[in-house]
């Protein structure tokens, strides 16, 4: 999103126009044109919350956690308590986390509705929850089963394998005694049970223990999002990168596969969507679809999975010539890629956004006095804002005239592209790196807000263009041959 457009949007949500509040808040939320910040994302969709946007109390519920809405808590809590109703399980753990954590709330109705929210996060396998629930369950009156469940979860989170199924593992093989002596007429496990019975999977699949399979498939039935993962892989004969396990013998079921890892997915899991992007691919899988599978590798690398994240850019850059800004996209994935220490991606990113060498016309600007400086911002400031632009990011002289500065800021990455006015011109990116890079182009587009960056803009055609700057260099007294470089 342009930053022309973002200004306006803040007018019209600062004037109290509901649907550009809901925008704006999205647009910090995700970072699409800004940078992201959660604290500015929460006050625009507070706001169109209290106009009464079931979509802003959908987005505050399921993206913005409880550190954060802390502070304000009194305020969002029927903007989480109306998330959770629509069905959201990030919003129940929140509501439940902002209610039960207070000591201070004394309001029975929405303790209870707090802790029904957290059963129902608990049921959707957030581990957060489970662990909330776990705690909460059976209160004083239970207190044996507390201190149970205490022990328990200090193990876990020590790391202590063996100190943690010396306890666990008796109660696991009882639910599975239980679930297997009722057959169709067996209850539904709790919170506590499903949790407890994914940790014991997880801890004895490993070493290929034979109770592990149950546990994992009686867990995933409960919802837990980490068993159905396992299962899933075990159906696949996978691991988590996508490749065959030769350790597990037999043929892979790959219908079963994908129906448990899309589970997984859906809670969340980026493992599994790149796990199902390999299935899909996969010749001797009855429903290959190549689409499903790059679908499914973009929902991975939403998620943050390193390797699909880097896929998605070198697919995008493979078929650039196919699709506009193509060449943008997958400097975006390759970008993410890099942030989460891939060497490949750095590498890739090297070649097709080279850094570039400094221009030593471009540089004339950065040499010039505080005086000097001011009468060029003040006598053209258009120029300026461009001499600086072209500075920062090593444009040629032509470029610098002649970019178009609203359409060139994607984000992420400069888009230069002056073919279409200038026939030598080729189109390329600059990366932007920095929060110095990103500063000066701001300060540029707020010089160039209400600019029509066209030729038939106010700057004339490239001709007067390079006039103005031989005429500018020659008012600065500059040695000759400076002046030579901008000929």
């Not at 029927?78 to 629509?86: K, N, V």
């Not at 608990?122 to 201190?147: F, I, N, P, V």
């Not at 679930?179 to 506590?192: F, K, S, Y």
């Not at 010089?447 to 007067?464: I, K, M, T, W």
Request: proline share 3%.
């Amino acid at each position: 999103m342009a930053n022309r457009e973002i200004l306006g949007l803040i007018k019209r949500a600062r004037s109290g126009d509901m649907p550009a509040q809901l925008t704006l808040g999205q647009v910090y939320l995700f970072g699409h044109g800004a940078p992201k910040s959660l604290p500015t994302a929460l006050h625009w969709l507070a706001r169109a919350a209290q106009e009464g946007s079931p979509d802003a109390c959908r987005l505050i519920g399921e993206h913005v956690p409880c550190e954060v809405a802390q502070p304000m808590a009194r305020t969002l809590l029927p903007y989480y308590e109306q998330a959770a109703d629509a069905g959201s399980p990030r919003a129940a753990l929140a509501l439940a986390q902002l209610v039960l954590g207070d000591a201070a709330t004394t309001c029975e109705r929405l303790r209870a509705r707090a802790r029904q929210a957290l059963a129902t996060a608990a049921q959707a396998g957030l581990a957060d929850a489970q662990w909330l629930l776990a705690r909460h369950e059976g209160g004083a009156s239970d207190s044996t089963a507390s201190d149970s469940d205490a022990w328990l979860e200090q193990a876990w989170r020590d790391g202590d394998q063996a100190r943690y199924l010396s306890q666990a593992l008796p109660q696991a093989r009882e639910l599975l005694q239980r679930q297997a002596a009722g057959g169709a007429r067996a209850t539904a496990l709790d919170a506590r049970q499903v949790l407890l019975l994914s940790r014991c999977a997880q801890l004895l699949l490993p070493a290929g223990e034979a109770e592990a399979w149950p546990c994992c498939e009686l867990a995933a039935q409960g919802g837990d999002r980490t068993a159905q993962l396992e299962l899933g892989l075990g159906y696949a004969r996978m691991d988590a990168q996508g490749q065959r396990l030769a350790a597990r013998s037999g043929v892979a079921n790959f219908k079963r596969a994908v129906r448990w890892l899309t589970q997984a997915g859906e809670q969340g899991l980026a493992e599994a969507w790149f796990v199902l992007s390999r299935i899909y691919t996969k010749p001797e899988f009855s429903q290959r679809n190549v689409s499903e599978a790059h679908s499914c590798l973009e929902r991975a690398a939403d998620l943050g999975h390193g390797a699909a994240q880097f896929e998605c850019g070198m697919h995008a850059w493979r078929n650039r010539r196919d699709g506009v800004n193509s060449d943008v996209r997958a400097a975006y994935w390759l970008l993410q890629a890099q942030a989460q220490g891939s060497a490949e991606a750095q590498t890739v990113l090297a070649r097709i956004a080279p850094h570039g060498e400094v221009a030593d016309w471009g540089q004339l600007a950065a040499g010039l006095a505080g005086a000097q400086r001011r009468l060029l911002d003040q006598r053209h400031p258009l120029l300026a804002a461009r001499l600086e632009l072209a500075r920062c990011f090593h444009l040629s002289r032509a470029e610098a005239l002649l970019l178009d500065v609203h359409a060139a800021d994607q984000g992420h990455c400069l888009l230069i592209d002056i073919s279409a006015a200038h026939g030598r011109g080729k189109r390329r990116l600059a990366l932007i790196r920095t929060a110095q890079e990103r500063q000066v182009l701001d300060q540029v587009l707020r010089v160039f807000e209400h600019v029509d960056c066209s030729l038939a803009g106010p700057e004339g055609n490239y001709r007067q263009r390079l006039y103005r700057l031989k005429c500018y260099l020659a008012e600065l007294d500059l040695p000759q041959e400076q002046q030579f470089l901008a000929a």
